[in-house]
């Protein structure tokens, strides 16, 4: 019962994750960097501390006496995922949201959830464990349904170009760089929870239960927040944007800078950008808690989270008509993918169950 509660928490997390930017479509008279360091103050800044306030006992006590050292490692690993987390905003400008899930999630579903067992030279000797090698598995099932998902996607972007129904920003090369950079970093993310289990092992004791994951948030979130702040600044100091938030975007030169506060505009991208955070920290939320119960195989959860935002995303990309207008062999591409996705997860669990028994 643990096990099935843990693969419907990360389902719940995974589900977030899918939605979480469709939000920024809707913004206007916003930069990028206007949002996205909206958002990322919301998802990486507010809510891991209002989260650990609110759900970790004794949280002073507890940051007293935990480790130093794990707290530095999740500081540090959570900046470079926060690099990764600006490349993957930046890349779906260019390819799109599912070619970006595809390649950024796929390389970041095997790396972050090998990178730990790597780390502590437990590799061979877990997945050669009971059940190991369904999870070798199902991973590896999960990687070639994520590359499926990624070739449909490519296929759909040259359908589109032939019916002219391309976003003229659209940059494969461009994309495609900032995807497998986003990838790289972004399996960080899950390596700086592992880092931070130490301090997570200190708010247990003090009863936090499997509400315990939500310490880490502090420092590997805030990490991501430094670095992602970094760039938002020098965007906003480089484009002068800063007024956006304040509603007032720059006109013509030798013009006035005048209020763009239309129809609650202003307000409406303020409140995308807080629900594009919220649904962002949703994610890990759950994965906490999740992760959690997950048994002696906890290093799947990596891997069965981003398996799950994949084929969500997927979906939801065929309810919201994302694939209309493509050829059969795209749609082909793309059902082959997410069967192969669906038994990915299957397999994962299975090996999961047997590691218990």
């Not at 939605?19 to 998802?43: D, E, F, G, I, N």
């Not at 209002?50 to 006992?57: G, N, R, S, Y």
């Not at 979130?221 to 007032?248: D, M, P, Q, V």
């Not at 939801?316 to 050829?327: A, P």
Request: proline letters at 3%; aromatic letters at 12%; charged letters at 10%.
């Amino acid at each position: 019962m643990n096990l099935l509660a843990g693969i419907t928490l990360h389902f719940i997390g995974a589900f977030a994750a899918s939605v979480c930017y469709t939000p920024q479509k809707k913004t206007r008279h916003w930069s990028w960097q206007t949002y996205w360091l909206m958002q990322a103050t919301v998802c990486w800044l507010v809510l891991p501390v209002l989260v650990a306030v609110l759900t970790i006992p004794d949280l002073p006590q507890v940051l007293a006496e935990a480790p130093g050292s794990a707290m530095r490692s999740s500081f540090l690993l959570g900046a470079l995922y926060g690099i990764g987390g600006t490349a993957f905003g930046l890349a779906i400008r260019y390819v799109g949201f599912s070619l970006t899930y595809a390649i950024s999630v796929g390389i970041s579903c095997v790396a972050g959830t090998l990178l730990p067992l790597l780390y502590e030279g437990k590799l061979t000797s877990v997945l050669g464990g009971k059940g190991g090698n369904v999870i070798a598995l199902g991973i590896v099932a999960g990687a070639l349904g994520i590359t499926l998902c990624g070739m449909a996607g490519r296929l759909k972007e040259k359908d589109y170009q032939e019916q002219n129904l391309h976003d003229k920003s659209y940059s494969f090369s461009i994309g495609i760089t900032l995807c497998i950079l986003s990838g790289i970093l972004s399996a960080l993310y899950g390596f700086s929870l592992f880092q931070g289990q130490p301090i997570a092992d200190v708010a247990a004791k003090h009863g936090a239960g499997n509400l315990q994951g939500n310490v880490i948030y502090i420092f590997s979130n805030s990490g991501a927040f430094l670095t992602t702040a970094i760039y938002c600044i020098f965007l906003h100091n480089r484009y002068k944007t800063w007024r956006e938030y304040k509603g007032i975007t720059k006109q013509p030169e030798n013009t006035p800078f005048i209020p763009d506060e239309k129809k609650g505009t202003l307000s409406r991208n303020y409140l995308l950008a807080f629900l594009t955070g919220t649904l962002w920290y949703t994610q890990f939320f759950f994965y906490g808690i999740g992760h959690n119960n997950m048994g002696v195989y906890k290093f799947t959860s990596w891997a069965i989270h981003m398996i799950m935002l994949v084929l969500i995303s997927a979906v939801l990309g065929i309810i919201m008509k994302e694939w209309t207008g493509t050829r059969r062999k795209t749609i082909r591409v793309l059902t082959g993918a997410l069967i192969i996705l669906i038994a990915a997860v299957l397999t994962i669990t299975w090996g999961n169950h047997l590691g218990e028994n």
